[in-house]
């Protein structure tokens, strides 16, 4: 290889054969969403023990579910605006500490106001991790496996949710809710010490903010096949270059429709997703379910969304959102399914297992591709504007569910009403499986840039 040649680091990496790189890299995301996921759901699986132990209206713990979410908003843009200033090492580690330690104080509540503080901070971190692993799995992958190495990665956070849902039942009888907390915070603190020690920052930002960097260059020449680096040989990535965050950035040329429809399915399908996930053991309980046969139907919920999501997986690599179309129409059926009159307490626990599976599917639909719709000098922060509009319906949906469940409205029509989000969902995704069906980079739309978009013209088809 000529002394004075360039590499472009985003092509090299595109094509890459699955190596043990990777595995290790997938590893490290499923740990992070792991217990991402113990950590968020211990308290849906700990409210009807609170709800008893405290004798507070369900409208309370509603609150405390919103302001978790709150945090979660908050914490999706820092931890978003850390990854892309600072590298998606730091959004991680900083991520899962901050989402540890306030689960290790949250034993120590007395009052739904105080579980509430510590809900917001641990939200804070538990909504920054998730763009910086959609970024850093995003960056890593081959062109063609950019949504399964991210779904694999999200099967971590369902294994959390199902794992979660086993300790609170195996816990909760014996010790009380707060057992729960003390579990996704100490695995958190762990993890946190582990990443900052080992986790190598992604070789796309490295070569975005410090393309001269010997630790930079030493990992690409152990990439290369057939060539070698020399001290001339300039790492480049694409036409990127870095730049100063703009929000204006996400809705240049192309750019501008696909996040418009992005945004529109995230608001949406949290309002659906993210109640059903906090009252769903509380739903079950009112429903004549005893409380460990809810705990475990959460469990049971978390492994039937690992299902969804590898199914998923492949068909999303293949059709796009398209195939998050047909996953929102059958949770749209799962939930009419659900407010059925007369079901027996088995088959309740069966049809709710199936409709989170489902639900989560649909949700990390739009978690699998929308880091591929950015380039990655805004990609840290373009996934968080992204899933920070589903933390904004977070906020609101728990919390007005919590005043229907309150009233005593019939299971039926709280299913109907939570769902009804997901009819916005199949049109958000259709548009953009029929917008962006052939090729996301043929429309200009990815890491071929947005300078060359903004201006009119139409960049070469390229990996990204």
Known sequence: MPADTEIDVAELLAVQKFSRWHVLTLIVGFLVLF??????????VAAPAILRAWHVDRSAIGIVFGVGNFGILVGTFVFSWVGDRYGRRAGLVLGVLAYSLP???????????????????????????????????????????????????IIGYGLGAAAIGGVAAALIPSYGWPAVF???GASGTVLALALW????????????????????????????????????????????????????????????????????????????????????TVMLESAGVSPVEASLAFSYSGLAGIVAMLVMSRLLDRFGMIAAVGAAFATMAAFVAFGTPGLSPGLLVAVAVLMNGLSAGTHNSLNGLVGAYYPTSIRGNAVGFATGMGRISGIIGPVAAGYFLSADLP??????????????????????????????????????????????????????
């Open 35 to 44: 217990i991402d996921g113990l950590d968020f759901n211990a308290v849906n």
């Open 103 to 153: 689960a290790l104080a949250t034993p120590f509540a007395g009052s739904p106001t105080e579980l509430a503080a510590f809900r917001f901070l641990a939200g804070c971190g538990i909504g920054g991790v998730i763009p910086n692993v959609i970024s850093l799995l995003t960056e890593i992958a081959p062109a063609a496996l950019r949504a399964t190495f991210v779904l694999i990665a």
């Open 182 to 184: 003390f579990v996704a």
């Open 197 to 280: 020690m080992w986790l190598p920052e992604s070789m796309r930002y490295q070569t975005l903010v410090d393309p001269e960097s010997p630790a930079l260059r030493r990992r690409v020449a152990r990439l290369l096949t057939g060539g070698t680096m020399t001290p001339g040989t300039r790492l480049v990535l694409g036409n990127q270059a870095p730049r100063q965050f703009s929000v204006r950035m996400l809705f240049r040329g192309n750019l501008r429709l696909a996040t418009i429809l992005l945004w529109t399915a995230f608001f949406a399908e949290a309002l659906t997703f993210i109640t059903l996930l906090a009252w769903q």
């Open 411 to 464: 299971l039926r029509e709280i299913a109907l009403i939570i769902v009804s989000p997901y009819v916005v969902v199949a049109a958000a995704c259709l548009a953009l499986g029929l917008r962006y069906r052939t090729n996301l980079v043929a429309d200009g739309v990815g890491d071929a840039g947005t300078d060359t978009q903004s201006q009119g013209s139409r960049p070469q088809r390229r990996a990204i």
